[in-house]
């Protein structure tokens, strides 16, 4: 049931956040680009916050779900799909959302 959801404390990704602690989802990761945005983050409800600003994004990702994500939630496009991708599990779902 784990969960990586980019940009956690946008307005895609909070809506996401939120509804992943409503259904029962965990661990939530959420990842912000700043460390203004981390205390959003956590009061969204993301039990782990990274931030990429100042944290290796997919080291602390594997840190969090050893076993990789059964739901990765990308609102970056071809920056971070890629390794989105390779960060699920066997039988894990890529959704993007909120880029053009």
């Not at 939530?28 to 959003?40: C, F, H, P, R, T």
């Not at 290796?56 to 594997?62: D, G, H, S």
Request: net charge neutral; proline share 2%; aromatic share 4%.
């Amino acid at each position: 049931k784990s969960i990586l959801i980019h940009s956690a404390a946008g307005g895609g990704g909070s809506m996401l956040v939120q509804m992943s602690k409503i259904l029962g989802l965990g661990p939530v990761v959420g990842v912000v680009g700043s460390s203004a945005k981390v205390d959003e983050a956590r009061s969204l409800g993301c039990d782990v916050v990274i931030d990429k600003s100042t944290q290796n994004l997919w080291e602390e990702a594997e840190r969090a779900a050893p076993g990789g994500y059964k739901t990765v939630m990308d609102a970056n496009g071809v920056s971070t799909m890629r390794q989105s991708y390779d960060h699920l599990a066997a039988t894990g779902r890529l959704g993007v959302f909120g880029f053009h």
